[in-house]
């Protein structure tokens, strides 16, 4: 049997924890996986069981910093290599992005940076050949790289130009561009506790937002935090705790939510008291759904499915259905950067055919009087403003019922004109940018008469 390449004795600290991560580039730029399928769950590395806890943080920074300044890092590199990026060896483009986040933007020394990449050529037999135009590339980089990026910081070159051209259109240049620098910076870790905000601010290091969640800026693996395994909270971006509580008092009330792996939103209607049906097309996400609620001792029926296909209990009807549809995600970059490189503008339609089959299916599910809310984490209008006005126009038996800003906080500026939600990036402005910002979401509530 030939050795596996990652039980190579003695390889210099830190080379393996880059390989892996240009291996993982490589997935997302050229083979178009997702980094969630390749960290997680049954496609993920074989090479991450083998790094230590600091190790794989590193890498997922590493790869996360590249994939959120794929924009820059590309117009940098072009400035610097004569005849541009080599074509023939994915991995001395790998290398190259490696070396020049490192130098840039993380806490690497530079000779360290240069070192490691010029190793990881080196290794790899169609690279090999451009060692010395890396390690000359990324010297470069060390010296005159930081003038050359600001130089071009008010592009935006790190959101697609159709993604940017559509956010202007939508939501007006101003704002378009601070929505852009905003997803520049590393996400906080935002979480939903069961009581106690205060409390588990202060163990966690953090502050209580004004719509409850504790957001923290600590790093390394949720898992080894105060609080996980004793289920105390989950994980969820501030924008995403909103939509279940548009629903209000819950308690005792039957609430399906038809798109709900990994169960964030029916971890809150549990936890509100509501009787509770998850159902999700994905078994491997409702497995997960299932842990997390096991972990937070909470309960709800789960139904793997089409959501769209679902005929419901038949018990003549739900009091509240929630539509977390899936989307094109744009709301999200900030926390998944591949999202910006793997969308394409093409998505948008499919997706707002299986939405507005989803939303067709929860009206028949609603008893009269019941409530639907919709949500997206995209921010573009036909997955969220475009599919509610739709169903508005088709169905004379649904109306709208606002959300007043009191409802989530006075934060009237995530409250349209319409009593929707839009929540934007650049919301939540903060001293420290790091600890500002929303997701992108959508949600509207609607009543069954
Ligand atoms: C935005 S995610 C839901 C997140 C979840 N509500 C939460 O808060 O944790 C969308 C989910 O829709 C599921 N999905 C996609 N198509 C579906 C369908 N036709 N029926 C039911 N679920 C579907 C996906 O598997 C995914 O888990």
């Not at 905003?182 to 601010?201: C, F, H, R």
Request: hydrophobic letters at 45%; aromatic letters at 4%.
């Amino acid at each position: 049997m030939p050795p596996s390449r990652f039980a190579v004795p003695a390889e210099v600290p830190g080379l393996a924890a880059r390989r892996i991560a240009a291996d993982i580039l490589d997935g997302v730029l050229h083979k178009h996986r997702t980094l969630d399928d390749q960290l997680d769950g049954a496609g993920a590395h074989p090479g991450l069981k083998t790094l230590a806890d600091r190790d794989r943080a590193l890498m997922r920074r590493l790869v996360a910093t590249i994939l959120r300044r794929l924009g820059t890092l590309g117009h940098l590199l072009s400035r610097l290599l004569d005849r541009g990026i080599p074509t023939d060896a994915p991995r001395a483009q790998s290398a190259l992005l490696i070396g020049a986040a490192q130098i840039l933007w993380m806490d690497v020394p530079d000779h360290a940076a240069v070192d490691l990449s010029v190793r990881l050529v080196q290794s790899d037999r169609r690279a090999a050949k451009y060692a010395g135009l890396v390690n000359a590339v990324l010297r470069r980089c060390a010296r005159e790289g930081q003038p050359l990026i600001d130089e071009v910081k008010s592009q935006n070159l790190d959101i697609p130009p159709w993604l940017l051209a559509r956010w202007i259109g939508a939501y007006g240049e101003s704002t378009a561009r601070q929505m852009a620098l905003a997803i520049g910076y590393e996400p906080s870790l935002d979480i939903t506790v069961k009581s106690d905000a205060a409390q588990w601010a202060s163990r966690l290091h953090g502050e209580t937002l004004p719509t409850g969640t504790v957001r923290t800026l600590l790093q390394g693996s949720v898992t080894m935090l105060p609080g996980f395994t004793e289920g105390q909270w989950w994980v969820q971006d501030a924008a995403a705790a909103l939509p279940a509580r548009l629903f209000g008092d819950v308690g005792g009330k039957t609430i399906v939510d038809l798109c709900a792996a990994p169960g964030g939103k029916t971890a809150q209607l549990a936890q509100a008291g509501a009787r509770v049906t998850a159902v999700d097309r994905s078994p491997a996400r409702m497995a997960r759904l299932r842990d997390n609620l096991a972990r937070l001792s909470l309960q709800a029926d789960d139904v793997v499915t089409d959501g769209a296909e679902w005929p419901g209990g038949g018990n003549g009807g739900f009091d509240g259905v929630l539509v977390d549809a899936p989307c094109t995600s744009t709301g999200t970059i900030r926390r998944h950067p591949d999202v910006a490189w793997l969308r394409q503008e093409a998505d948008i339609a499919a997706l707002t055919a299986l939405q507005k089959r989803l939303l067709q299916r929860a009206v028949s599910l609603l008893k009269p009087g019941g409530t639907l809310v919709y949500c997206t984490c995209s921010l573009e209008p036909e997955e969220g403003e475009q599919a509610i006005a739709s169903l508005l126009a088709a169905e004379s038996g649904l109306r709208r019922a606002p959300v007043e800003a009191g409802e989530v906080a006075g934060l009237s500026e995530i409250v349209t004109a319409n009593g929707d939600l839009r929540t934007l990036p650049c919301h939540l402005p903060h001293t420290d940018p790091r600890l500002g910002g929303f997701d992108g979401f959508y949600a509207a509530r609607l009543v069954k008469s």
